[in-house]
């Protein structure tokens, strides 16, 4: 149902984090290349609606056809040669390439009076370098922010070795480009453990007692024959689940590398506790008889088994439900590093790395490294994100931690997501659920859930909308879209799901009867491919759900009034939609 993808291979730089180019080719670059030219001239022709203007330039990011034959081309924007950040729109097209409408991030139109800027290059690396304690300042680019009620002239600065940051020290800092006033200064990597969270658990002296599954390898995997480099079947004794199945490459008779050739090489390596910040940097794992870890952290491979486990079964996942064939749709298999760095009790998805990042446990809140398959599935949704979408937070305070609606469903999409990997992966030593971080060993057993988001009360997730959502925290407001996504799939109310008891509430105490979490999964990921944009807002959401499954199902279908209807249990109303000055705070 989810289609197909294909796009120019073009870098995207309009995100106020670090650019990351999407390239998916195809067989039909023709054909693609005449929906992008179709979608341009409609962009241009559509002024009033797409907000496009003679300055300028649209730049491809993604071009998805429906099965049904509708067309929607993902366009980054650049003024006068800028970059504009918060500019992204998605033109829809019919099968015949006429103009069906679009969806764009900033709802007026985006001029800046002049692209010279006023402040030097190099006084704006300074001020970007002491505005996040860094030592040390990349090139400035100038970029166009255009996420708040005015455009703004501004350099983009990547500023790393910030002392507070737990894993990789770098920022997108963005400094106005007349005054030198700091505008925003955004992390690189996406934490699974929030600084909030961190510092909760390490102040109520919380220790986390993982569930892990240690067993001892079966007998000796037989090598694969002839030449070589060659496909090989090996397996693994993971930390969380157990005995796995691994698809590695045959070296030589006696020689293999934990790289899988059967999807897309995706590969785990070691960064041997450095805060390396490229994956070509790490070590490769390599093994003499294809038996990987003793099911322990005192080995280094147990934990890569697990990550390799898991980015394996991210891959299968989105291949398999939604046929997005890679991270960016365009064949690459995920990338892992694990023992990443010193003391780092977290994971991390890297946009500069272009891959996973885990750390060994910090010594005090989490002694193992955090390689759990929800975790990777979560993370790794990011780069999913990232590639589509692309999610903004609305700020960003001293202490790193994203508030705002956009920034709220990242994390949520990354949750919905997440768990779909798990059950998708079906493995018996991890049971599918709608929880979070329930093999990591919280006391609360698990980090957050999607049935009822606030019984989360190490976050403080929330179950329904409100207006606080316009500057909540990240995780906590995440709730609102996952719990959406929850009454969707199951419905509301007490029941029992692969031996997990859930009791989902409604804002108005409203009855939503779920059409199940395949069709959920499907309206979901068709919404963040197609229809979404990276200001939107969880109205923006309700909308986007809405006409994912009219597309798919039929506006007078079940599936489009469910969708109503569970948004509604989690309070976002066409009636209480907010205005667009409401969505511009930040």
């Known amino acids: 149902m989810a289609g197909t993808a294909a796009a120019d291979t073009i870098p995207s730089h309009s995100s106020d984090k670090a650019p990351a180019a ?106 970007a370098a002491a505005s996040a304690d860094g030592t040390a300042a990349g090139k400035p680019e100038l970029v166009v922010d255009a996420r708040a009620d005015k455009a703004v002239l501004a350099y983009r600065v990547t500023v790393t070795g910030t002392p507070k940051t737990e894993a990789g020290a770098a920022h997108s800092v963005l400094v106005d480009a007349a005054s030198g006033k700091v505008i925003s200064k955004t992390p690189l990597s996406d934490a699974f453990i929030s600084p909030a969270l961190k510092a909760k658990l390490r102040e109520q002296g919380a220790q986390a007692a993982p569930r892990t ?49 059967s999807r897309g090489n995706a590969e785990t390596r070691n960064a041997g506790r450095q805060q390396l910040g490229t994956f070509a940097g790490g070590k490769a794992f390599t093994d003499s008889d294809n038996k990987w870890g003793n099911g322990a952290a005192s080995d280094a491979a147990s934990a890569a088994v697990d990550a390799q486990y898991g980015i394996t079964a991210t891959f299968d996942y989105y291949k398999k439900t939604f046929s997005r064939n890679g991270i960016k749709n365009d064949g690459v298999g995920p990338h892992a590093l694990v023992h990443f760095g010193s003391n780092v009790g977290n994971a991390f998805w890297s946009p500069d790395c272009g891959c996973m990042l885990y750390g060994d446990g910090d010594g005090k809140t989490f002694k193992q490294p955090l390689v759990a398959l929800d975790v990777t599935g979560h993370e790794l949704t990011h780069g999913v994100v990232e590639a589509t979408a692309n999610f903004q937070p609305t700020r960003v305070d001293d202490d790193q931690n994203q508030f705002g609606e956009a920034g709220s469903l990242n994390e949520s999409f990354a949750d919905i997501f997440g768990t779909g990997v798990e059950f998708a992966t079906n ?34 997730t929330v179950d329904f909308w409100d207006e606080g959502s316009y500057d909540r925290e990240v995780h906590a407001g995440s709730g609102v879209s996952s719990h959406a996504f929850y009454l969707l799939a199951e419905g509301s109310g007490k029941k029992t799901i692969g031996g997990f008891t859930y009791d989902s509430p409604t804002s108005d105490g409203s009855t939503v009867t779920g059409i199940g979490r395949d069709k959920a999964e499907q309206i979901f990921y068709r919404a963040l491919s197609r229809y979404l944009v990276s200001t939107s807002d969880f109205h923006d959401a309700r909308k986007a759900t809405l006409q994912a499954a009219a597309d798919i199902y039929g506006q ?13 249990g989690v309070n976002v109303t066409e009636a209480n939609t907010p205005s667009t000055n409401a969505n511009l705070k930040r």
């Open 427 to 460: 493995n018996p030593a991890n049971p599918p659920n709608y929880l979070l971080g329930e093999k990591l060993g919280l006391q609360q057993t698990f980090l957050r859930r999607l049935d009822k988001p606030s019984l989360d009360k190490l976050e403080g």
């Open 556 to 568: 007078d279908g079940a599936e489009y009034k469910a969708v109503d209807a569970a948004w509604a």
């Open 213 to 261: 599954n240690t067993k001892p390898l079966p007998g000796p995997v037989k090598p694969a024959a002839g030449a070589f480099p060659a496909q090989a079947t090996g397996s693994g004794s993971s930390i969380f689940v157990g005995n796995v199945p691994l698809i590695t490459t045959q070296t030589a008779k006696s020689s293999f590398t934990l790289k899988d050739p």
């Open 22 to 127: 999407t390239a998916v080719t195809t067989a039909t670059s023709g054909v693609q290349a005449d929906v992008v030219k179709a979608a341009r001239s409609a962009a241009v022709a559509n002024a009033a609606a797409t907000g496009v203007t003679s300055a300028d330039t649209l730049n491809v990011k993604d071009v998805l056809t429906d099965p049904e034959g509708k067309r929607h081309v993902r366009f980054e924007r650049s003024q006068h040669g800028v970059a504009v950040i918060g500019g992204d729109l998605v033109v829809h097209l019919d099968a015949k390439n006429s103009y069906l409408g679009v969806t764009r991030s900033a709802n007026r139109q985006v001029t800046v009076p002049s692209v010279t800027p006023k402040l030097s290059a190099s006084d704006a690396a300074a001020k």
